[in-house]
């Protein structure tokens, strides 16, 4: 095939309709889920101001520094496309007032979030997320409940061998004299880092504890661990989860080197993953976090938080390599095939009265051969076929063919959707 002139862009894919059904199942479950448990659908513009995320997401991320797309726009404000959805769930949740309703406030969206990424297996520029907030609540059983939500959702969508891996990072009062230990150890071996590390080593140091080089996670087996320095607050709150979690009997990992790619982060971290090799490469298919001190960075009050988001084409991928069955739409049960002008028009309306008793039925109007569209109604496995020519327009009547058995019989028009409701129900 002749290469076509314009072409979607790098990292960005069409979902053609033989996928729409992964989405739209995947999408069902994940708000019957978070309605269950609360939750309300929020949608917020996919553009924001560039400072929100400079602010929120941080300054010292990756998405940041090098993955956000940018614009000027005429009035030459700075404009990002959402590169993820926590910034702007809290900025809407004060700009409209919702921390003086009854906390917390619990928040769910959805929809494509873009971060210019070298394109691979799992990792895309424009991608689609199922995004939690749980805002006003600082109680570890939150955080449990969270994990549990994502869990659920991914276990209603039928993965198996889910792990969660899960850590804490501290907070203000402890994370500071972690980051010391952690920066002398490192910097005592900072020449055997890989050149992004060495970055990090002035920027974020705690990133250099889940960079995938192999030299750096040799120099990082070995490295002090931020939960044998959490303070007392932050080694209660994440005993707090773990024993949520032992209770509801969730199988989880403890990783003391994750850390996450995004700056606000408090406390507990998670990521959750199939148990399996190609489950590792695809990467996580569930992260998220508490972060206490964003709220309050983005201008409103001291206000504790946790969320997480969950990428839908990394379960897509998943679903389809495990060859996990999500329901086809199904074919429609009548095939309708006209012959003549007459018999078109009527058709059209026909059409309109199965529409209002909500019965699929497919036609090709397009097509005057008789044969041709039979073909189609065979394809398509109809029940019955509706043939109405110029003879049935005149006398007002409309054959209806068994399919299976082949028997045609002739009924009045008027009656014919009366006749299909009856006969669709036996
Ligand atoms: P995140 O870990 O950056 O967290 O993204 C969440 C999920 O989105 C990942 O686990 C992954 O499945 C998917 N994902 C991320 N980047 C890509 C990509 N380039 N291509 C395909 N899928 C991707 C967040 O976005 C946080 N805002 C989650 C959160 C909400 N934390 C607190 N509240």
Avoid: W
């Avoid at 329901?327 to 309306?349: H, T, V």
Wanted: aromatic content about 8%; hydrophobic content about 35%.
């Amino acid at each position: 095939m002749k290469k076509p002139k314009f072409q979607r862009p790098t990292g960005m894919h069409d979902i053609l309709p033989e996928d729409q059904g992964y989405f739209q199942k995947i999408y069902n479950v994940c708000e019957t889920v978070a309605n269950f448990y609360g939750f309300k659908k929020i949608d917020t513009p996919i553009l924001e101001d560039t400072a929100l995320y400079e602010k929120g997401t941080g300054l010292a991320t990756d998405i940041v520094q090098k993955q956000m797309f940018t614009l000027r726009t005429k009035g030459r404000n700075y404009l990002t496309l959402r590169p993820e959805f926590t910034p702007g769930i809290i900025r809407a949740y004060l700009e409209h007032g919702m921390q003086t309703l009854p906390q917390p406030i619990k928040l769910y969206s959805s929809g494509p979030a873009f971060r210019y990424e070298h394109p691979q297996a799992g990792r895309y520029r424009q991608f689609h997320q199922f995004n939690l907030e749980v805002i006003g609540d600082g109680n570890s059983v939150i955080d449990a409940q969270v994990i549990q939500i994502f869990y659920n959702i991914l276990t209603e969508i039928k993965l198996k061998k889910l792990i969660v891996e899960i850590n804490s990072i501290g907070d203000n009062q402890c994370r500071p004299y972690y980051k010391k230990l952690l920066l002398s150890y490192l910097k005592s071996r900072d020449l055997s880092l890989c050149v992004d590390c060495r970055r990090r080593l002035r920027e974020n140091p705690l990133r250099v504890l889940d960079c995938k080089e192999e030299k750096c996670q040799r120099i990082v087996s070995q490295a002090p661990q931020m939960i044998d320095h959490l303070c007392q607050e932050c080694h209660d709150h994440f005993k707090g989860v773990l024993e949520f979690l032992d209770e509801i009997e969730l199988p989880y990992r403890l990783n003391p080197y994750l850390v996450r790619g995004l700056d606000y982060y408090t406390k507990t971290v998670f990521e959750i993953f199939e148990d399996t090799e190609e489950g590792r490469k695809m990467g996580s298919l569930s992260g998220g976090g508490r972060y206490d001190a964003l709220v309050k960075l983005l201008g409103g009050e001291d206000t504790k938080a946790i969320g997480g988001a969950m990428g839908i084409e990394r379960v897509i991928a998943t679903i389809k390599s495990k060859k996990i069955k999500t329901q086809k739409p199904s074919n429609p049960p009548i095939f309708l095939a006209q012959l003549g002008i007459m018999a078109k028009r009527k058709s059209l309306k026909l059409l309109e009265d199965f529409r209002k008793v909500k019965i699929q039925v497919a036609e090709s109007f397009g097509r005057d051969s008789l044969k041709a569209q039979l073909k189609i109604a065979d394809r398509l496995g109809v029940k019955y076929t509706l043939l109405l020519g110029q003879k049935e327009v005149l006398e007002e009547t409309i054959i209806i063919r068994d399919m299976k058995i082949g028997r045609q019989e002739t009924v009045k028009l008027e009656k014919v959707v009366r006749e299909m409701q009856k006969r669709l129900k036996k």
